[in-house]
């Protein structure tokens, strides 16, 4: 995870040294030349206060996340941003640029938080649960549509492929 920051903040410092050139990679809804930048949008920030803002949650959930396994953790991310970036494609507003790891982020909460209780694991239980109740409320927040400049279509999506990850890539009781 320290990895995958580290790469965020240095595509932030290639952009800021660019003339913001890279902010080209984000999701303008409904064009279809933009298609091509589904995935790379989750890697592409729009200032150093955004990718702030984006590393603290992506480490540690993404941490704990990994915690069930890296092959499980990268298709978790996978269908998380690739599903985020479609969603943000067919239904952000018209003449806007979405970008930004949040999407990941808010798939990774519902993720960590559903995945014990998918699974019927104790301790993933209570993990979700405190991590429910430690960021449950920002993340809430971060679904309103209220927010100027916040792409809540972009964290709704996340949110929900997150929902469908912990029970695409649920672990099996062995038998």
Known sequence: ???????????????AASGNALDTFGIQPREASELIDVVPASFIHFGFAHVAANSIPLLVLGFVAALGGLRRFFLACALIVVADGLGVWLVAPAHTNTAGASGLIFGLFAFVVLSGFVERRPLGIVVGILIAAYWGTSFLAGLSPTNDGVSWQGHLIGLAAGVAAAFVFRRRPSA
């Open 1 to 15: 995870m320290l990895a995958w920051v580290a790469l965020l903040w240095l595509l932030e410092v290639v952009d």
